[in-house]
């Protein structure tokens, strides 16, 4: 006979709100959300993935999300790719979106575009069409992180999700070693819980009391340190301004790579960089130099890439960075905490879970997180040898066996959606295709190999001609924040 659960979320940030609001529009257990009092957020905006926009978009259940007031809660704006600037000798672009053709038997709209041009290949999706034409259609969304709680609460209210001040404290656990309460600072207040979900992020409040093993990915992805900062739109001059895309720009720098994100506000950057290479006041110094002036930056953030040998431990989850995290590369923290919380929220969210179906959960989002791990990983197998960073890069001892796997398989053939095994959240293979062919793996000549002999049934001139009447109307990302002056 199965009852309802009493789930307690721990965690002010997007991971426990993501978490609240998808149990709470698809189970009937009891939630409630234990907010970290005077826990601040680095707002510095967030790129998404297409995950993201389906969960508002209403695609895996319904949310009743007015999408305007999504837009101007959260300043969100359209992610159409990310811009990769200076990591070959050419800078490329990764749509987020695929191609029409990308699941037949190839891409053949793919093909031709990168037969046609090597730094135009982009243009066979829809949102590459729009970023060479600077319009605003369709993509994934930038947003503010700091407004995530504000937006989410009301619609978890309404599903009668309870919300408390407090920090956890302590931990008392049952004689199965499961956690039954947790105990908050100060008044020693003591919350009944059946189930936990961490959202602490590096902090881990409740992880801490349970024995964990951390997994490193340092060895793959050396980068370990982040400062963030804010541009507003009112100090740009008028070519900056103009030259704003809708797309995360990652602009390579001398020790890793500079985030830039448009929302409707300012742009949300950042600096990842490896300590072993620079130190804080000198990556500072970078940034200035980048800018030409002077910029205000927030404290450096220390992190260790890497993932929790297993995200459910007793009755105990981990979500977003207490679980894991890589880097802000390819925005993965987000994707990977919703494809999380709907895979146990669909299938493992009961009471009396058995020991087999834990283990299969955490396999599957050990393979999630490694998988990921390797998808950034190939954004590193550059060949860059100007600064001690780059050069240590290029020698490409980082690479995992997947990324070298994938790399000897491109100088033969394109991979296509049969080359992974794909399940819910996974990395497809189009955009590996938009890394290989930016990073110069996939050419222009393996495409017109592959498009030998092959009966294309669609047409690149006509496909972009499509898009053109379909976007035509739509507004520049200029004019389009312009609107929140």
């Not at 309460?181 to 409040?205: M, Y």
């Not at 409740?206 to 980068?223: A, S, T």
């Not at 990073?439 to 496909?463: C, I, M, R, V, W």
Request: aromatic content about 12%; hydrophobic content about 35%; glycine content about 6%.
């Amino acid at each position: 006979m199965e009852y309802n659960l009493n789930i307690t979320i721990v965690g002010t940030g997007t991971a426990s709100w993501l978490s609240a609001f998808i149990l709470s529009h698809t189970t009937d257990h009891n939630i409630t959300v234990i907010e970290s009092v005077n826990t601040s957020i680095v707002g510095v905006g967030e790129g998404s993935t297409s995950v993201f926009s389906d969960l508002i978009g209403g695609r895996y259940f319904k949310t009743n999300i007015d999408l305007n007031e999504f837009t101007r809660v959260l300043e969100c704006t359209p992610k159409l790719a990310i811009d990769f600037k200076g990591w070959t000798d050419k800078d490329y672009y990764s749509p987020v979106d695929g191609t029409p053709s990308a699941f037949k038997i190839k891409d053949e709209l793919f093909l031709q575009a990168l037969a046609k041009d090597k730094n135009k290949y982009h243009l066979a999706s829809q949102c590459g069409y729009n970023i060479e034409n600077n319009r605003m259609l369709g993509g994934a969304f930038h947003f503010n992180t700091n407004n995530v709680d504000k937006f989410l609460r009301p619609y978890c209210e309404k599903k009668n999700v309870k919300v408390i001040q407090g920090y956890v404290d302590s931990v008392v656990f049952n004689d199965l070693g499961n956690i039954k309460q947790l105990v908050l600072k100060k008044n020693n207040q003591k919350i009944d819980t059946d189930f936990v979900i961490d959202g602490t992020g590096f902090h881990r409040a409740v992880l801490k009391h349970l024995d964990y093993k951390w997994i490193d990915y340092v060895d793959n992805l050396p980068m370990n340190r982040a400062i963030p900062f804010h541009l507003k739109y009112e100090d740009m001059h008028d070519e900056q301004f103009n030259n704003i895309k809708a797309v995360t720009t990652a602009q390579r720098m001398n020790a890793g790579w500079l985030w830039q994100i448009p929302t409707t506000k300012r742009l949300g950057c950042g600096y990842v960089f490896s300590d072993e290479f620079i130190s804080d006041s000198k990556a500072r110094e970078e940034i200035n130099k980048l800018y030409g002036r002077e910029i205000d930056t927030a404290n450096a953030i220390p992190f260790r890439s890497g993932r929790l040998e297993k995200q459910l431990i007793k009755n105990c989850l981990a979500v977003g960075l207490c679980g894991a995290f890589a880097e802000p590369l390819q925005a993965t923290s987000i994707h990977t905490t919703i494809v999380q919380i709907m895979t146990f929220a669909q299938t493992y969210c009961v009471s009396n879970l058995s020991e087999k179906m834990r283990t299969r959960f955490n396999n599957q989002m050990s393979r999630l997180y490694d998988d990921m791990r390797d998808f950034l990983v190939l954004h590193y197998a550059t060949n860059k040898t100007d600064t001690k960073f780059w050069k240590m890069i290029s020698e490409h001892k980082h690479l995992t066996p997947l990324v070298k796997e994938i790399i000897g398989y491109s100088k033969k053939a394109v991979p296509n959606f049969n080359t992974f095994n794909a399940y819910f959240g996974h990395v497809n293979h189009q955009l590996w295709n938009w890394t290989l062919a930016g990073l110069g793996y996939l050419t222009p000549d393996l495409a017109k190999q592959e498009l030998q002999g092959y009966s294309s049934s669609l047409n690149l001139e006509a496909q972009l001609k499509h898009y053109e009447n379909i976007s035509k109307e739509s507004l520049t990302i200029q004019q389009f924040l312009k609107q929140y002056d």
